[in-house]
């Protein structure tokens, strides 16, 4: 049973997402030990308490650099042992001392079609701003290998949403969780546990 650590900074549908298809069997062979928080107002927090799932707060403010704070993390994960790392609505940066630790192990969910609307200052409602902005009239969500290059990783699942006339960010949001991420993401872990993802040249292949 391979043990599955995921990081959070706010909601945590996507974690509740997890937490709902490890517990009607859709995640095969793993099982969510840890949820390490960037702040302690984190309302994953509560979802993770409310299933006995044991939670860690690392407070981003009290690091200096990002440096300090990625080791903290990094020292947290390698304690408890984890064998796979989600972000899974993470809103901090980590640098490379997290990637070399966890590499091919660590995945994360992105709310828009990559390399669309992805990178740094892309988070959040923002993407779903910029994808009305710009008037595309498919977005969706993005599960990848999270590399040194922000959102850059091999790409392991993908699922569009029909982006709708009278759209507003947040209505968009919603129904790219919905239909894609809260989907694809527990899909995903699903398949690294069970062995099934090989990463070839800066692609994956599920096997
Ligand atoms: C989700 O839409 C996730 O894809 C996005 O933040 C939201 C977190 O929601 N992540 C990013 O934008 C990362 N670049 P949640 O806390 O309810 O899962």
């Known amino acids: 049973?391979?043990?599955?650590?995921?990081?959070?900074?706010?909601?945590?549908?996507?974690?509740?997402?997890?937490?709902?298809?490890?517990?009607?069997?859709?995640?095969?062979?793993?099982?969510?030990?840890?949820?390490?928080s960037s702040s302690p107002d984190s309302y994953a927090l509560e979802r993770a308490k409310n299933n006995n799932i044991p939670t860690k707060v690392i407070p981003r403010k009290e690091y200096e650099s990002v440096r300090d704070y990625t080791r903290a993390v990094t020292d947290t994960l390698i304690e408890e042992k984890a064998d796979l790392v989600v972000y899974a609505g993470f809103m901090t940066i980590l640098d490379e001392q997290i990637v070399e630790a966890f590499s091919n192990r660590m995945m994360n969910v992105h709310p828009s079609l990559i390399p669309s609307f992805c990178g740094k200052g892309f988070?959040?409602?923002?993407?779903?701003?910029?994808v009305l902005k710009k008037g595309v009239k498919l977005t969706g969500a993005t599960v990848h290998f999270v590399t040194e290059e922000c959102d850059g990783g091999?790409?392991?699942?993908?699922?569009?949403?029909?982006?709708?006339?009278?759209?507003?960010?947040?209505a968009l949001q919603k129904r790219v969780m919905e239909e894609a991420e809260w989907k694809i993401l527990p899909k995903a872990v699903s398949l690294f546990c069970e062995d099934r993802i090989e990463v070839k040249d800066n692609k994956t292949y599920v096997n």
């Not at 945590?12 to 390490?36: F, M, P, R, Y």
């Not at 699942?157 to 029909?162: G, N, S, T």
Request: a neutral charge; proline letters at 3%; one cysteine or more.
């Open 154 to 170: 091999p790409i392991i699942l993908q699922k569009a949403v029909e982006v709708k006339n009278d759209d507003t960010p947040e």
């Open 1 to 36: 049973m391979k043990k599955i650590a995921v990081l959070v900074s706010g909601g945590g549908t996507n974690l509740q997402a997890l937490i709902d298809a490890e517990k009607s069997g859709k995640i095969k062979n793993g099982k969510i030990t840890c949820v390490i």
């Open 123 to 130: 988070y959040g409602l923002h993407v779903h701003e910029e």
